[in-house]
């Protein structure tokens, strides 16, 4: 998705990989895999340096789990950069998965579709944290608290790149551009429809 608009993006697996980079987005997937993989690569204190210093960093799904001050279980250990409280599988199991149309401060004035797969969601925000969208129950699923960004539902998964041009300007590339094409991506488009 990054790369279809234009974007530079690398793999991060390493600390090493981290250098020289302008943000960084910790992906959805499975959280405690997450937090023990950043643990055993020595991830967590460059990441968390990175996000202290100002450069940009987005978490998507597992990802909002990560940069949580804290979360509703034990298990992961949080990085505790952000300050929100996070329920992980909020909306019960996989086949609890769903989809929403959001209206997304910052986003301009079209919905945009968003797309939950066994999906946390945010239980307290910080008085730092400006809420960009919540679920019509008032729950919070997408947060911004400077250069951090928290989304519970997976941008990537569709073919709307206005979240990732959002995080891109975030993180000093071009200045969002609320007029910019809403859908835009046919090679996510079409590697939805083959997967479905």
């Known amino acids: 998705m990054l790369r279809s608009i ?8 390493l600390p090493d990989h981290l250098a020289g980079l302008d943000g960084l987005i910790i992906p959805g997937g499975e959280s405690t895999t997450l937090s023990r993989l950043m643990s055993l690569y020595r991830l967590r204190e460059p990441v968390a340096d990175m996000a202290a210093s100002g450069k940009a960093v987005w978490g998507t799904c597992a990802g909002m789990i990560m940069l949580a001050a804290e979360i509703t279980e034990e298990d992961p250990v949080p990085l505790a950069v952000m300050d929100v409280g996070v329920q992980r599988n909020a909306f019960g199991r996989q086949v609890d ?6 209206t997304i401060k910052g986003l301009g004035p079209h919905s945009y579709h968003a797309i939950f797969i066994r999906a946390p969601v945010i239980m307290r925000v910080g008085k730092e944290v400006d809420v960009l969208s919540a679920l019509p129950d008032g729950r919070p699923v997408a947060v911004q608290q400077k250069n951090l960004l928290a989304t519970a539902f997976h941008p990537e998964l569709t073919a709307d790149a206005r979240m990732h041009r959002y995080f891109v300007a975030m993180a ?3 200045a969002y551009d609320e007029n910019a094409p809403l859908i835009e991506s046919p090679r996510v488009r079409g590697r939805l429809v ?3």
Do not use: H, K, N, Y
């Open 6 to 13: 234009g974007a530079d993006a690398t793999e991060v697996r």
């Open 97 to 102: 998965s769903f989809e929403q149309d959001l």
């Open 172 to 174: 000093g590339g071009p």
């Open 194 to 196: 083959q997967d479905s």
